[in-house]
């Protein structure tokens, strides 16, 4: 599969393409288990809320522990976020010589 695929990327290190493997299971598992809990619990539609029955054996399924345990592909997604603005305020502060004012203001006015 391609996306598990690492390339060497670009020699200046400008770019972490290790990370797109990790923010695309990241952000399917949390895609997976926002559909799920809406389906099961929340619309009223689903079919594990007719019955009590068939939500406890989900519950303890193998197969929908990783759905279960769905608030880990969020912490995950959020270690990523992390990682990436550091890489990048780093790179930053390493072009202007440890920061400067013009690049926190540019930082904070693109986080907004």
């Known amino acids: ?11 200046d290190g400008s770019n972490l393409s290790c990370i797109n493997g990790l923010k ?4 399917s598992w949390i895609v997976l288990g926002h559909t799920v809990w ?3 619990f929340v619309s009223g ?17 193998i197969a ?3 759905v279960w345990n769905g608030p880990e592909g969020v912490d ?3 270690v990523i976020g992390g990682c990436l603005l550091s890489f990048h305020t ?4 390493d072009k202007t010589k440890g920061g400067n004012a013009k ?5 904070y006015i693109h986080r907004y």
């Open 103 to 107: 690049m926190w203001a540019m930082f």
């Open 76 to 78: 995950t997604f959020f």
């Open 45 to 61: 539609l689903g079919a594990f809320t007719k019955s009590y029955t068939a939500t406890a054996q989900a519950s303890t399924s």
């Open 38 to 40: 809406e389906y099961c």
């Open 90 to 93: 780093m790179k930053e502060m």
């Open 1 to 11: 599969i391609k996306i598990f695929q690492v390339g060497p990327g670009p020699a």
């Open 24 to 27: 695309y299971i990241s952000i």
């Open 64 to 66: 929908f522990t990783a």
